[in-house]
């Protein structure tokens, strides 16, 4: 009996992935985005755009939630050639980790170095109001998983990557100049990333502010950690959809997010057109 072929690896699935997407651009991408619920409007603003739904991407998971296109949308963004993800999966749908950051290892291996990753998230911060634009200065990883567990994949980066930078501080500097120069009250903070589906706790959410979070969601923290151990340069915003439990007058829908973010989506988008412009000159 003939013995079977083992499994391809990580790396060898992402390469094929990365080279089909390839095969169908005119242009590579220098920038790769994950637009997260309700923002994916961003995705209608490319020129030149090339729609290709996940379900015709080997190794992309499918969302299945509202507000989330589940196609990768290419184009050029302010005369610059883009990957923009029209929604994304998430852990709580039930995929693996290493599904849900699978897009960001074919990404790294087009050959695109930055990335910019969007959520919708609920308010810690007292401070804060529906509506707010949040730029993510740092991260907390309360999902209680990390994407590179397991044997290290060292074609995409060490065994032991360095987070003291995981949202690219020059990044952050672009996207507050940008923001001033559109008169955009731009907030910043860090995003406390957790497993879900379920909304906080207000005791949950107590606790996450106490230890330094100024909004929750359930996204992104993997994406950022698998594009760090790829050596890429991330930049974060966050929709602030709502208050967490606790910090609000009404119970907490997915709706409501849907209909914070379309409330903003004219403000988001001109932030993103702004700071894609700004990198010009990195790429």
Not at 52 to 63: L, N
């Amino acid at each position: 009996m003939t013995k079977p072929a083992p499994p391809a690896s990580l790396y060898d699935r992402a390469h094929a992935t990365a080279k089909g997407i390839q095969s169908r651009l005119n242009n590579p991408p220098k920038i790769a985005m994950i637009l997260g619920s309700g923002l994916g409007a961003l995705a209608d603003e490319l020129d030149h755009a090339t729609r290709i739904s996940y379900a015709e991407i080997p190794g992309f998971p499918v969302s299945k939630v509202q507000g989330h296109a589940g196609q990768l949308v290419c184009g050029r963004l302010e005369g610059i050639d883009v990957a923009v993800m029209q929604g994304r999966a998430h852990y709580y749908e039930g995929w693996s980790m290493e599904e849900v950051t699978f897009p960001v290892r074919v990404f790294s291996l087009m050959g695109i170095n930055h990335l910019v990753v969007t959520n919708a998230a609920g308010g810690v911060n007292p401070d804060f109001s529906e509506g707010d634009l949040m730029l993510i200065r740092d991260h907390l990883n309360l999902t209680g998983e990390n994407p590179l567990r397991g044997p290290n994949h060292e074609s995409f980066g060490p065994r032991f990557p360095d987070m003291s930078d995981p949202y690219d501080k020059h990044l952050r500097e672009k996207a507050h100049a940008v923001a001033r120069s559109l008169s955009i009250d731009l907030k910043e903070g860090v995003y406390a990333g957790v497993g879900g589906p379920s909304y906080e706790t207000p005791a949950e959410v107590q606790m996450i502010g106490r230890v330094g979070g100024d909004a929750v969601g359930m996204s992104t923290v993997p994406e950022v950690i698998v594009a760090n151990h790829c050596s890429m340069s991330v930049a974060g915003i966050s929709c602030i959809t709502n208050m967490a439990a606790g910090l609000g007058n009404e119970t907490l829908t997915h709706d409501e997010v849907k209909e914070t973010a379309d409330r903003v989506r004219d403000t988001f988008i001109s932030l993103v057109h702004g700071l894609v412009a700004e990198m010009a000159p990195l790429l």
